[in-house]
T-cell receptor, first 111, second 115 residues
């Protein structure tokens, strides 16, 4: 039973346009949400996070939106750049302080 | 700091053999995590330590898997005996704490292939 779901295995976006990656969760007790980015042959690296008491957090080209009533969060990248091509993992922290990861979405930025 | 160091980067072994994966966390980090990544299940937490003490090993799939952290700068994940279904990428990660800034720093991973 997956508590963090990324339903799109892959996404292709034109360079310069907006990339929107989606994530749904089932556990209403999650209190912190994170996005990680992973390049091939490397470990995931932290990208951006949001506390459950907020609905938006912005860091440069990256913005994460949280809709608690829908148990949904999204990562917006604008404008998309070739270096953004990677696998993006959505993650959530439970009350035991464990981080639960989704399966990831592979983002392709097209020239 | 060199970041989280894992060895080996690649391991190919035959079914039934013992496999030992190694991890050196970032100095000063209190938490250490072992993850496994597969296509089917994504990134799964196997076990994590706080100050060298195992806190939660509920993600360890079977008794064939064991993990130790004898000191703050070293941890091992052992599989004995290994099976083909253990083939995956294993990541180690460390974190200064799991408070508000729950960022984990991942190593490059060990790609394990069990024939």
């Amino acid at each position: 039973d997956q508590q963090v779901k990324q339903n799109s295995p892959s996404l292709s976006v034109q360079e310069g346009r907006i990339s929107i990656l989606n994530c749904d969760y089932t556990n209403s007790m999650f209190d912190y949400f994170l996005w990680y980015k992973k390049y091939p042959a490397e470990g995931p690296t932290f990208l951006i996070s949001i506390s459950s008491i907020k609905d938006k957090n912005e860091d440069g080209r990256f913005t994460v939106f949280l809709n608690k009533s829908a148990k949904h969060l999204s990562l917006h990248i604008v404008p998309s750049q070739p270096g953004d091509s990677a696998v993006y993992f959505c993650a959530a922290r439970d009350r035991d302080d464990k981080i639960i990861f989704g399966k990831g979405t592979r983002l392709h930025i097209l020239p | 700091d060199a970041g989280v160091i894992q060895s080996p980067r690649h391991e190919v072994t035959e079914m039934g053999q013992e496999v030992t994966l190694r991890c050196k966390p970032i100095s000063g980090h209190d938490y250490l995590f072992w993850y496994r990544q597969t296509m089917m299940r994504g990134l799964e937490l196997l076990i994590y330590f706080n100050n060298n003490v195992p806190i939660d090993d509920s993600g360890m799939p079977e008794d064939r898997f064991s993990a130790k952290m004898p000191n703050a700068s070293f941890s091992t994940l052992k599989i004995q005996p290994s099976e083909p279904r253990d083939s995956a990428v294993y990541f180690c990660a460390s974190s200064p704490r799991t408070g508000d800034y729950a960022e984990q720093f991942f190593g490059p991973g060990t790609r394990l292939t069990v024939l």
